[in-house]
């Protein structure tokens, strides 16, 4: 047993624990940011809900718009480059929290920081497929999403301190989200490059192959995707609604739940990343997520008509096969991203998964909200069929996605990166065998929770 323990603690690599440590950090500043946002936004600021709604509303939509031109910048100019660069603008936005005073400031801010976000996330995405060896990357990146669930908890702690501190402790909170990842845009830097880090002295090329944006087989993958992690609507929003109005358990259970589900995306993803390597398998990892995603509507709307300890335990259960739809879908998403991208476009790929997970999943919390509140249990049938629906659907568009790489991409460059690192590719600046520099970090982009 301690031996089966001690190989999911220990990293697959010595680059997947430099990548993990970086998650930590990132997520710790992040989530300690964000797991006190409302009272900072409320308290500190001064803002209504509305002005606090339409603000983050007007954000989201900005990152919609920049998510495709900012892949394409990574490609153009590296993706560890644009990572670093993302890292410090966000660390100096982060700078700027304390002094907002308005409405106007608040919304330019946040604009500024999901702009930046989109960056990060298209970079981090590129970086990671362009670096990790292929026979690595999902249990590798199952290890970095265990690390970055330990960071968010360790975040919302630190969050719920300066909160119990009060106002004047909770203002200047942003400041070690600034230094952490002020840090980290330096340690990026420290990285190995990745293929499309190295430059040359010749003026560097458009990169080959068809854009992104005309890839329909991809859009639709990463639309269904999203289709898919609308579990985590039912997570955080819809459930725990339907706990509190239509149940008779404890209103406490809410936060007990979401515990549990931390714990085991702590726990639990480098044992459903085991034997996903290819887009079979990640498609059966798929038929798991949307078996357990429908057998937790399945079990919720069993809650409206149970009393006492059997709607608790029934709410336990919910929770645990969520999470697993959630790991499951985690773990099949890794794939498809190193399967059914264009090698040489993998910054613009990134940017356009963006585009497609967001129309995937934008309507959910209205849709699902209403089914769940309105319709009861039609309603929870419903959301079940919607998310089969995409499940069933997610087989024909990647096999239409593996047609359009075989047309668009020649056939070596599809083996190189399938088996590893281009031949003719120059070494990197740091081998990925020497040991983890105490202090060494790099920043990251949390996956859709």
């Known amino acids: 047993m301690l031996t089966a323990l001690r190989t999911y603690v220990t990293p697959p690599s010595t680059l997947a624990g430099r990548l993990s440590v970086q998650s930590l950090l990132f997520a710790t500043g992040d989530g300690a940011f964000l797991a006190g946002s409302a009272v900072y936004f409320g308290v500190i600021l001064g803002l209504s809900l509305g002005q606090v709604g339409v603000g983050l509303t007007v954000a989201a939509i900005a990152s919609f718009v920049v998510a495709v031109p900012a892949g394409k910048l990574v490609d153009w100019f590296g993706p560890k480059r644009m ?36 960056l990060a996330g298209a970079a981090h995405g590129a970086y990671v497929l362009d670096v990790l060896p292929p026979g690595q990357r999902v249990e590798s990146r199952a290890y970095m999403y265990s690390a970055l669930n330990v960071g968010f908890s360790l975040g919302a702690f630190l969050s719920g301190g300066a909160i119990a501190f009060g106002a004047d402790v909770l203002r200047w909170a942003p400041l070690l989200t600034s230094v952490l990842f002020l840090v980290n845009a330096v340690a990026i830097l420290r990285l190995p490059n990745a293929t499309h880090d190295v430059r040359s002295n010749e003026p560097r090329p458009q990169p080959e192959g068809p854009p992104a944006i005309r890839n329909r087989s991809w859009l639709a993958v990463t639309f269904l995707t999203g289709v898919l992690w609308s579990n985590q609507v039912l997570l955080h929003t819809v459930i725990p609604l339907w706990l509190v109005i239509e149940t008779d358990a404890p209103h406490e259970l809410v936060a007990v739940l979401f515990a549990t589900n931390t714990v085991m995306c702590i726990v639990l993803p480098r044992l459903t990343a085991r034997g996903i390597r290819d887009v079979d398998t990640a498609l059966r990892a798929v038929r798991l997520s949307a078996l357990f995603f429908a057998l937790t509507c399945l079990v919720t709307l069993a809650t409206h008509e149970t009393v006492g300890w059997v709607t608790v335990v029934l709410f336990f259960v919910g929770h645990i096969v969520l999470t697993w739809a959630e790991l499951y879908l985690s773990a099949s998403g890794w794939t498809f991203e190193a399967e059914l991208m264009d090698p040489r476009r993998r910054g613009d790929y990134q940017g356009v998964s963006e585009l497609g997970n967001t129309l995937g999943r934008f309507w959910a919390p209205a849709v699902y909200g209403f089914l769940a509140m309105e319709w009861g249990a039609v309603g929870w049938l419903i959301i079940a069929a919607i998310v089969s629906a995409a499940a069933a659907a997610m087989h024909p568009a990647t096999r239409a996605g593996r047609r359009y790489l075989e047309q668009h991409v020649p056939a070596d460059v599809l083996a190189d990166a399938r088996a590893g690192a281009p031949e003719d590719a120059p070494p990197p600046a740091t081998t990925l065998t020497e040991p983890l520099d105490p202090g060494t970090t790099v920043t990251d982009t949390p996956v859709p929770r």
């Open 83 to 118: 990572w670093s660069l993302s890292a410090v603008v966000q660390g100096a936005l982060f700078l700027a929290w304390p002094f907002i005073d308005g409405f106007p400031q608040f919304v330019a801010i946040a604009v500024a920081m999901e702009v930046a976000g989109s």
